[in-house]
């Protein structure tokens, strides 16, 4: 804990006036400027001290400045509590980027992002569920590179019968920046990737004063170890950027240029790392053996969270497009059979929309879920199950304007319609299903185990 030089009280980090605040007294101080009475010390200069908390399930490590706080439980595994381990010194980080985003702020970006995912539980809006979110500085690698040399692309340009297969070339000489990676093992890295990038100009020297108020992660992954991956993102950004430039692509003659690592041979080396904290404001939702993450960037406000539909909204929306279908095709004997595929096209396009707009509200902002194997399934064929809606909705069109000659096709029509919408939602549910019931990435470690308590 920082004292106030005024009156001996706990001083805490204002995110609103970015200064550290004595709730006893109501003075207000400048992290740096407590933290330079510290560094008069030159061993202190280069540690400080840090009250460190371990959770038993997982391994995950968390600290904090506070002495008197207590961590109630792990926020990354759900485990029911974590452990208090020692007071350690830690290597100070080069810079921190300060919350900017207050806690009310985060829960009104998450509200946001649950509501635009309309199939999600309302369980994940319950205002007691979105209380529990935490403040935690997330340890980063900032990368800087160089890139100088003479750099190859790949480039196409299609005519009508033929493609054309050019090798760009030219030099380069440049110097970047801020490239990041997060260094917690305990960090889903999709998750990260998610919520980044967050703007280094809000760079600040670190102080312990920052933390006051907030955990801090203890980061476990060595710079070295995302240096591929860094070069990669930086080989690829700087391909995009060079595939924007007529005098690259010859006056804007070469219409497409690879921009994937593989296909680019621009010459990086990492010339350094610099140590740096991010805030995060993260949540996780744990229910027997099912957990679901929730992270919002504490400088931008940007929302990774995984929203699982509810089964029940599921079940629901098929009993009443069940009910709609039978209640045209059986018990409106008065309705038209071209109106009843007409409207049942106009339902399977608008349902299979809802559908995948649904699924991608899932997939993309949370935590990698377009690679497991549920939505490699759900995704498989989608070019061919658009091609069916588009067709779907043509048959409507032309059945709303002609009267067929025999009723039991459009009937048939309608049923077949409605019978790839049912296909679907199986589908989706089958996802649904699969994401629920798969395991948090620290639950993969060796000897980690669930916390049922």
């Known amino acids: 804990m920082i004292h106030c030089p005024n009156c001996a009280a706990g001083l805490r980090f204002e995110i609103e006036s970015q200064q550290m605040l004595c709730d006893h007294c109501g003075s207000r101080f400048d992290p740096a400027a407590i933290d330079d009475k510290v560094k008069d010390d030159a061993k202190k200069a280069e540690m400080f001290d840090s009250y460190v908390y371990v959770c038993p399930s997982c391994g995950a490590e968390l600290m904090t400045t506070d002495e008197t706080d207590a961590i109630g439980f792990c926020p990354f595994c759900g485990g029911a509590s974590m452990l208090f381990d020692r007071v350690r010194q830690q290597w100070r980080p080069d810079y921190v980027i300060p919350f900017q985003i207050t806690k009310e702020q985060c829960k009104e970006q998450y509200v946001k992002a649950a509501k635009r995912s309309f199939m999600t539980s309302k ?250 194997e549920e939505a490699k399934r759900f995704e498989k064929h989608s070019a061919l199950r658009a091609l069916i809606v588009i067709a779907a909705v043509i048959i409507g069109v032309i059945a709303a304007i002609m009267d067929f000659a025999y009723n039991i096709w459009s009937y048939l029509l309608s049923f077949l319609l409605a019978g790839i919408l049912f296909w679907l939602m199986i589908l989706h549910i089958r996802f649904q299903v699969a994401i629920a019931k798969r395991r948090p990435p620290q639950f993969q470690k060796k000897g980690a185990e669930y916390d049922e308590k």
């Open 123 to 372: 369980k994940y809006r319950d205002p007691a569920l979105i209380e529990e979110f935490r403040g935690i500085y997330m340890p980063f690698w900032e990368y800087q590179a160089i890139q100088k040399g003479k750099y190859v692309l790949k480039g196409e340009t299609k005519g009508a019968f033929s493609i054309d297969k050019y090798e760009v070339t030219g030099d380069i000489d440049l110097t970047l920046d801020g490239y990041a990676h997060d260094a917690s093992m305990a960090f889903d890295d999709r998750i990260s990737e998610n919520i980044t990038p967050y703007d280094i100009s809000g760079h600040k020297p670190f102080a312990p004063g920052y933390l006051c108020g907030f955990y801090a992660d203890i980061g476990d992954a060595e710079d070295a170890h995302y240096h591929t991956k860094g070069k990669d993102c930086m080989e690829e950004d700087t391909a995009r950027l060079l595939s924007q430039d007529k005098s690259v692509t010859g006056g804007g003659k070469i219409k497409k240029i690879k921009v994937a690592p593989e296909d680019a041979n621009i010459p990086t080396a990492i010339t350094g790392a610099k140590r740096v904290l991010y805030p995060v404001w993260f949540m996780s939702y744990r229910n027997k053996n099912k957990i679901t993450y929730a992270a919002v960037n504490g400088q931008t406000g940007k929302v990774s969270a995984d929203f699982p539909a509810s089964p029940l909204k599921i079940v629901i929306a098929i009993l009443l497009l069940g009910a709609v279908l039978a209640g045209l095709s059986f018990f409106l004997p008065s309705v038209k059979a071209n109106i009843t595929l007409v409207i049942t096209a106009i339902l399977l396009a608008v349902g299979s929309g809802i559908l995948y707009a649904n699924y991608h509200a899932v997939v993309n902002p949370t935590t990698g879920l377009d690679q497991s």
